[in-house]
RNA sequence: GGCGCCUUCGUCAAGUGGUUAAGACACCGCCCUCUCACGGCGGGUUCAAGGGUUCGAAUCCCUUAGGCGUCACCA
């Protein structure tokens, strides 16, 4: 059998689309299950859309997200150069082979494709089917161009027999000129490799309207999401199901060796999905809640200086979507939140402003006369006093946790709030609290 | 506009002629809990519409509608 070899082929835009890193992601889950060959080829044909270093800022991507190229500019291969604007003598040498046979014809300085103008052409798609195009909606493609540069038709369709690729995956958008290609692998009397178009990945707008993803959606390529504080196998987890599910499971939270070990062409879905910020936000907590405390605070290293960061990590680790949320959850620990008198109303546990009031004095007593300052010491005077006042014990806790905090949600109960902030900050904030309540 | 592709809960999706149409996220409710989170339990007119074929259709065929893509010396 012929051996798999597929290949991601971006244009050095220094930009790492969603959609682009998840048609790489397939490519190389493809090759990778079928003990095959993955290779980088870097499109770089346009002069005017070329982007200074953004081989590099490929390469780092993928490698950050654990897709690694068999070969490539910088990974060997024996196929190179892997770069199109090196291999411009090729091109011309295939180019003037078909004017020669009279398939093409020069023009302006150009060199353009003959078409057919009668007649169809067919060819197979994994994920479609036969897909038939009329030759009459084909029109004369410029394969070189007059800089001496191939336009994309043609070097892809050179390279990719020359490079012996035999299943070619890539977007949607060049169903309809695959018959152009496929005209030339005739033309060539060249093998055709296998076709897998894949649908778009779209974005939901905030009215609501569905298109292809794009910047207007926000955060919308690899590197953004890093910065956003997503962990890259979580990304790239969450991009693989968008378009593909395992067979036979229901299994979604996958290491790199199971994606490889589960992927299968027929579990490609062929219609758009739409990215969900929600989704990934669940699977990326899934990945930080089985993180271990040091790990946790190792990745977000950054937003926990100045604290015990080993005790932080333990308390957001499981509330965390994206390590960016962290500076919002934690702010209140260096400066109290403007007081706001409608937080100390909790209907489940039945606590207004007054009741408030009159739970924080004798817990301040309480808490003043703690010298030990520790968990330990905290939970237990807490929950003497809560057993002897025969409140419920959320009904303590909440203004507490208000008059600490001022915010409803914490990292943390008011035990380890009171911690975190020491006995002379505590008790500076509840009586603050308490004054303001009276 | 021509041509092409797509259409199962709000979202990701399983499903390939006979199922109570899986599962997950989100949402809502309840429970647990030191709030939130975590965890547990439960809930929801989902097969775009209309025609066929068939004893039987989400699954096969046709039509319509909508969405997307493509018609470059961009990829």
């Not at 150009?110 to 078409?115: D, E, S, T, V």
């Not at 025969?390 to 507490?400: F, I, T």
């Amino acid at each position: 059998m012929k051996r798999i070899r597929t290949r991601f082929a971006p244009s050095p835009t220094g930009y790492m689309h969603i959609g682009n890193l998840r048609t790489a992601l397939y490519a190389y889950l493809f090759a990778k299950s079928q003990g095959g060959d993955f290779i980088l080829r870097i499109e770089d044909t346009d002069r005017a859309r070329y982007v200074p270093d953004a081989v590099e800022f490929i390469e780092r991507t993928l490698a950050a997200a654990k897709i690694i190229p068999d070969e490539g500019p910088h990974h060997g291969g024996n196929f190179a150069p892997y770069v199109q604007s090196e291999r411009m003598d090729i091109y011309k040498k295939y180019a003037e082979q078909l004017v020669e046979s009279g398939h093409a014809y020069h023009e302006d300085g150009a060199i353009r494709q003959k078409m057919p103008r009668v007649g169809e052409t067919t060819f197979y798609d994994v994920l479609h089917g036969n897909i038939t195009i009329a030759n009459s909606e084909l029109e004369d493609q410029v394969l070189l161009k007059s800089d001496g540069m191939p336009t994309y038709n043609f070097a892809n369709v050179i390279d990719d027999h020359l490079m012996e690729v035999s299943h070619i995956i890539r977007g949607t958008e060049f169903i309809t000129s695959t018959p152009k290609h496929v005209l030339l692998y005739e033309f060539f009397g060249w093998e055709l490799p296998t076709f897998i178009h894949l649908a778009p990945v779209m974005g939901k707008a905030e009215d609501g309207t569905v298109s292809k993803l794009s910047k207007r959606h926000g955060a919308t390529s690899f590197n953004d999401l890093i910065e956003a504080g997503y962990l890259p196998e979580a990304i790239t987890n969450y991009v693989a199901l968008l378009g593909w599910s395992p067979k036979n499971s229901c299994q979604e939270i996958f290491s790199m060796d199971e994606l490889i070990a589960n992927f299968s062409l027929d579990g490609l879905s062929k219609s758009p999905a739409v990215f969900d910020y929600a989704k990934l936000d669940w699977m990326s907590g899934e990945y930080f809640k089985a993180m271990t405390d040091e790990n946790f605070a190792a990745v977000a290293d950054k937003y926990l200086a100045g604290y015990d960061k080993i005790f932080l990590a333990s308390l957001l680790k499981t509330r965390v979507a994206k390590l960016s949320d962290i500076p919002a959850m934690i702010a209140f620990l260096k400066e109290l939140p403007p007081f706001d008198i409608e937080l100390f109303t909790n209907k489940r546990n039945k606590v207004t402003p007054q009741k408030s009031a009159e739970i924080l004095a004798p817990a301040i007593k309480i808490l003043e006369q703690v010298d030990l300052w520790t968990l330990d010491t905290l939970n237990e005077k807490i929950s003497a006093f809560v057993a002897e006042s025969g409140l419920k014990v959320g009904a303590v806790m909440w203004p507490l946790r208000i008059a600490l905090s001022m915010q409803k949600v914490t990292p943390g109960g008011v035990t380890e709030i009171l911690y975190l902030l020491g006995k002379e900050t505590s008790l500076d904030r509840l009586n603050a609290a308490l004054e303001k309540l009276q």
